[in-house]
C-alpha cells in the first residue's frame, strides 16, 4: 500500500511538471511583427508546390512551394500597409499596438491549417518549451484568398472562437454560421455572382454555352448555383469541364479537346486565376481562338494574364467584379519597397531576383543573371504586384483589418451597452481573448472618409461592376467598367449598362451569337431533338389551320372555324367563301342552259298553240302537253334557286319549288300514259273505260298527286325548314355556303315520291310501248321516263362525291337534264311533224292502224 502511494504521488509530481516539446523547429512567419495585439495572416505566397507522398515512417519533409504569386503578395503588402497605418494613428484606437504574424500556404490545404495551428499557439522562437495551456496569441486571422483552403482553416479555428476574415472566398457554403460560425468576409458570397453571371449571359443572347470551374469549393459551389439558374432562365450548357494548377497535363488537354470540339462559342469560366492560367497556356499552345469568356472575378481583373499572349486571346472577356476604390498612400508604399527595408527576409530577396532577373548574392547556377544593387525600383516594373489601377481585392484586405481594429476599439472602450450590461465581453484591459471580439465583429460598421461603408454581416444588397477586357493601341491590358449590376433593383432593372463601346472576342463590336439552334420564325414551333437539351431543336412547320405568331413558339395555335391559317403561317386568315355564284363560269353555263330550256319549253307551247287543231295536237291530249310543258318550264327556272348565295328564302325555295314542279311534271307524264292506254282500251266492243278517266279526272288526278306534294312540302317548312349553313368541315380552307336540308326525312320523302310516280309512269308506258307505230306517244314516254330514272339514279352516287358548289352544280345538272330528256321525247317528234312534216299532221295518217 505505502509502495502505491509513493507512485501515485510521484507521477502527480511529474504531471505538474509536464511541458510540451516541439518535435522539430517551428516554421517561421515571413512576416512578423509584435504589438498588444496580434493579427494572423494566411496567404498563398507561392501559386502552387511540389506534391510528395509521406511515408509514414519519418517526419513529413518541409513542403517545397515554387512560382511567386504576385497577386498574393500585393495583399500582404497591403495588410502591412494597413497595420502600420493604424499604428501611426493609435490614439484613435484607444492607443492598441498591433502585430501581425504572416504565413505562406503555398495554395496547399495542408500548410493552410498548419498555420492556423502556428497562429493558435505562438511561441517565441527562441523558446523551445513551454505551458501547454498557453492561450493563443492571435485576435483574428486574415485569409485565404481561395475558399477550399478558407474552408480547412475556418474548421480548424472555429472550435477555439478564433475569427477568421477572409477578403476573397466567396463559396456560398461560407455563409452556414453552423459550421462556421467564427468566419466573416469583406467580399460578397458567390451566391449573387453566380445569379448575376446568369442573368448577364441572359442579357446578351447567349444560351448555349460550356462551363469550366475550378475543382474546388469556390468553383463548384459557384458553378451549382450559376447551373440552377441558367436552367431556370432556359439557358444550355453544352460541357462542363474541371480544372486545378494540380492537375496533370493530360487532363487539361482532355479539356481543351473538348473546348475545341465544341459548338458553343461563349464559355463560363468560375475558377481562380491560378487554376485557368494553367488552361489559358494550353489553349495558347493549340492556337484556340474565337471564344467569348465570360468570367467570375476571381481572375476577371488578373493582369498580365500567361503573358502578353494570354491577354490578346483574352480580349474581350466580360465578367463581374465587385467595386473598385483605390488607397490613399498605398501605391507610394508598395512601389518603395527595398529589400535593404527587411534584409533578413528571405522571401523578399527570392522576390526581388524573380522580378528584376537577377541574384541578390552570387550564387551557384546563375552565371546567366546579372547581380542585383537592390537600388532598382518596382517603379519601373509592370506586373501584377505594381498594377495599383485594380484594388478590389487589396481594398478588402485593407477592410478587414480596419474592421479588426474598430471591433477591438468598442470592446475596449464597452460601445456595445447590451454586451456591458449582459456583463460577457466588456473588456477595459488591453489582454482580449478571440472569443471576446466575435459580436463585436459582427456589429461593427463604419465608413471611410470616401464614404464606403463596412460591415461584416452578409447583406442581400450586393453591387458588382460588368469589366470588359479592352487592348490600348500599345498592347495593354484595361478593365473597362461597361455597366453594373444592383441585387437592390428590380429583376429587369438590375442590369445598368452605361454608353461605352463593349468589345467582344476578335474585337468585335457585335455581340456574338451562341445558340445550339437559330430561333424559330413565326409560323413554326419548336420540337426538342432527342438527346439534346431543350435549347438544340429543330423548327417545324405549323400544320395547316394552325399558326404561331411569336419567335420560338413551343406549340402553334389552331385557328377559329371560320379561318384558315396562310402560307407562312403566322396569321389566320378569313376562309374562301364557296358557292355557286351567277357571275363564275360554271354558274353562267347552268343559267344560260336554264333559260334556254325554260325559252324552249314556252317555244312549244306557243307551236302547239297555233296548231292546237291539228290532229297532232289534239291526239295527244292538248291540255295535258299545256300544263306538261308549263311545268317544264319551272322545272327549268326552278334550277336557278340553287345558284347564288344561299338565304333562308333561297333555301326554302330550292327543294319545295324543286319537288312540286316536278311532281307536276311527272303527274302530267303519269295523267298523258293513262289516257294513252285508256284510249286503246276504250277501242275494244263494249269496253266503256274513257268515261272513268275524261278531262275532269285527268284535271283532278294531275291535282291531287300534286297536292300530296304540296302537303309534304308544307309539313316540311312547319317542322324544321332548310335553312343556309357554312360547312367548314368539308374544305379545311373554305367555308361552304350551302342549304341544311333541315329535316333529312322531309326531304327523302319529297325526292321517294317523286321517285314512286317516275317508276309508275315508267311501267305504265313500258306497258304501252307496243302500240300502233304512228300513234305510240307511249314508246316516247318510256324513253323520256328512261332517261329522267337513269339521270336521277345516277346522280346520287355523283351528289354524294361531290363537295361545295359542284354538289349544287350536279343537282342543277340532274334537273335539267331530266328535264330536256321529258321535253325531247316526248315533244320533239310531234314538233318534227308539225314543222317540217305538215303532210302527216293529218287524221288520216294518225289513224292509219
Not at 392 to 406: D, E, L, M, S
Not at 417 to 445: A, D, H
Not at 543 to 557: L, Q
Not at 678 to 698: D, E, S, V
Amino acid at each position: 500500500m505505502l509502495l502505491l502511494n509513493a507512485i501515485f504521488f510521484a507521477s502527480f509530481a511529474r504531471a505538474e511538471n509536464d511541458v510540451c516539446k516541439l518535435w522539430q523547429a517551428k516554421d517561421p512567419a515571413l512576416y512578423s511583427r509584435d504589438g498588444d495585439i496580434i493579427i494572423g495572416g494566411i496567404f498563398s505566397f507561392h501559386r502552387n508546390f511540389q506534391v510528395k507522398t509521406p511515408r509514414f515512417t519519418t517526419m513529413p519533409e518541409a513542403l517545397k512551394c515554387e512560382n511567386i504569386n504576385y497577386r498574393e503578395f500585393r495583399l500582404v503588402q497591403t495588410m502591412i500597409f494597413a497595420i502600420e497605418e493604424i499604428n501611426r494613428n493609435s490614439e484613435r484606437f484607444s492607443g492598441i499596438t498591433l502585430g501581425y504574424r504572416i504565413y505562406d500556404a503555398c495554395g496547399s490545404i495542408t500548410q493552410s491549417i498548419k498555420s492556423a495551428m502556428l497562429l493558435l499557439n505562438l511561441q517565441d522562437e527562441s523558446i523551445t518549451e513551454q505551458n501547454c495551456v498557453k492561450p493563443s496569441s492571435v485576435i483574428a486571422i486574415i485569409g485565404h484568398s481561395e475558399s477550399s483552403l478558407t474552408i480547412g482553416i475556418a474548421v480548424t479555428i472555429g472550435q477555439f472562437h478564433i475569427p477568421l476574415i477572409s477578403h476573397s472566398s466567396g463559396c456560398e457554403c461560407l455563409s452556414n454560421k453552423k459550421e462556421f460560425p467564427t468566419f466573416f468576409r469583406t467580399i460578397p458570397s458567390n451566391y449573387y455572382q453566380s445569379m448575376a453571371l446568369a442573368e448577364l449571359l441572359k442579357y446578351f443572347g447567349w444560351s448555349w454555352v460550356g462551363t469550366i470551374q475550378s475543382d474546388n469549393d469556390y468553383g463548384n459551389y459557384g458553378m451549382a448555383t450559376f447551373l440552377q439558374a441558367a436552367q431556370r432562365d432556359s439557358m444550355c450548357i453544352e460541357y462542363s469541364e474541371s480544372i486545378h494548377r494540380t492537375y496533370p497535363r493530360e487532363k487539361i488537354l482532355e479539356t481543351v479537346k473538348v473546348i475545341k470540339a465544341s459548338s458553343s462559342k461563349v464559355i463560363v469560366v468560375f475558377a481562380t486565376f491560378v487554376d485557368f492560367e494553367f488552361l489559358v497556356k494550353e489553349l495558347l499552345l493549340q492556337n484556340v481562338t474565337g471564344i467569348q469568356w465570360v468570367g467570375s472575378e476571381s481572375w476577371i481583373t488578373a493582369k498580365n494574364f500567361a503573358g502578353e499572349k494570354g491577354n490578346e486571346m483574352l480580349r474581350g472577356a466580360i465578367g463581374l467584379a465587385t467595386s473598385n476604390s483605390l488607397i490613399a498612400g498605398l501605391t507610394e508604399f508598395l512601389l518603395s519597397l527595398r529589400p535593404s527595408d527587411n534584409p533578413e527576409n528571405s522571401f523578399f530577396k527570392a522576390f526581388w531576383e524573380d522580378v528584376f532577373n537577377c541574384t541578390l548574392i552570387n550564387k551557384t547556377g546563375t552565371l546567366n543573371k546579372s547581380v542585383c544593387t537592390g537600388s532598382e525600383s518596382l517603379r519601373d516594373v509592370n506586373n501584377q504586384f505594381t498594377d495599383v489601377t485594380d484594388m478590389r481585392i487589396p481594398n478588402n484586405v485593407y477592410k478587414a483589418v480596419y474592421a479588426i481594429a474598430y471591433a477591438i476599439q468598442n470592446l475596449i472602450m464597452c460601445k456595445n451597452r447590451e454586451e456591458q450590461y449582459l456583463n460577457k465581453t466588456c473588456q477595459k484591459s488591453k489582454i482580449i481573448q478571440p472569443w471576446q471580439l466575435l459580436p463585436y465583429l459582427k456589429t461593427v460598421n463604419f465608413t471611410f472618409k470616401n464614404g464606403e461603408n463596412v460591415q461584416l454581416e452578409e447583406d442581400a444588397n450586393v453591387r458588382y461592376e460588368v469589366i470588359n477586357w479592352q487592348l490600348t493601341a500599345e498592347g495593354k491590358t484595361e478593365f473597362i467598367t461597361v455597366g453594373y449590376y444592383d441585387t437592390s433593383l428590380l429583376v429587369n432593372q438590375r442590369f445598368t449598362m452605361n454608353n461605352i463601346r463593349i468589345i467582344y472576342t476578335g474585337n468585335q463590336t457585335q455581340v456574338p451569337t451562341s445558340i445550339c439552334s437559330d430561333d424559330c420564325p413565326p409560323g413554326t414551333r419548336k420540337a426538342v431533338k432527342k438527346g439534346k437539351p431543350i435549347c438544340c431543336f429543330d423548327c417545324i412547320k405549323c400544320a395547316e389551320g394552325e399558326i404561331s405568331k411569336h419567335i420560338n413558339s413551343i406549340d402553334c395555335v389552331k385557328c377559329p372555324s371560320e379561318f384558315w391559317s396562310n402560307e407562312e403561317r403566322n396569321t389566320c386568315i378569313e376562309k374562301e367563301i364557296e358557292f355557286l355564284s351567277f357571275v363564275e363560269i360554271m354558274g353562267i353555263f347552268l343559267i344560260t342552259i336554264s333559260l334556254a330550256g325554260a325559252t324552249l319549253s314556252i317555244t312549244i307551247a306557243f307551236i302547239f298553240f297555233n296548231y292546237k287543231d291539228t290532229p297532232v295536237v289534239r291526239a295527244n291530249n292538248s291540255e295535258l302537253s299545256f300544263l306538261l310543258l308549263f311545268s317544264l318550264t319551272l322545272c327549268f327556272l326552278c334550277s336557278l334557286t340553287f345558284i347564288g348565295q344561299p338565304s333562308e328564302w333561297s333555301c326554302i325555295m330550292r327543294h319545295t319549288t324543286f319537288g312540286v314542279t316536278f311532281v307536276l311534271c311527272i303527274s302530267c307524264v303519269l295523267g298523258k300514259t293513262i289516257v294513252v292506254l285508256m284510249a286503246f282500251r276504250a277501242t275494244l266492243p263494249g269496253n266503256n273505260i274513257m268515261k272513268w278517266f275524261g278531262p275532269i279526272q285527268q284535271r283532278l288526278s294531275v291535282c291531287s298527286l300534286t297536292l300530296i306534294q304540296i302537303f309534304i312540302c308544307i309539313m316540311w317548312l312547319i317542322l324544321s325548314p332548310p335553312f343556309p349553313n357554312k360547312n367548314t368541315s368539308a374544305y379545311k380552307e373554305k367555308i361552304i355556303l350551302e342549304c341544311n336540308m333541315g329535316s333529312t326525312i322531309a326531304f327523302y320523302s319529297v325526292i321517294g315520291y317523286i321517285g314512286v310516280l317516275s317508276f309508275l309512269c315508267f311501267l305504265l308506258a313500258f306497258l304501252a310501248r307496243k302500240l300502233p307505230d304512228n300513234f305510240n306517244e307511249a314508246k316516247f314516254i318510256t324513253f323520256s321516263m328512261l332517261i329522267f330514272c337513269a339521270v336521277w339514279i345516277t346522280f346520287i352516287p355523283a351528289y354524294i362525291s361531290s363537295l361545295g358548289k359542284y354538289t349544287v352544280a350536279v343537282e342543277i345538272f340532274a334537273i335539267l337534264a331530266s328535264s330536256f330528256g321529258l321535253l325531247f321525247c316526248i315533244f320533239a317528234p310531234k314538233c318534227y311533224i308539225i314543222l317540217l312534216k305538215p303532210e302527216k299532221n293529218t287524221r288520216k295518217h294518225v289513224m292509219g292502224k
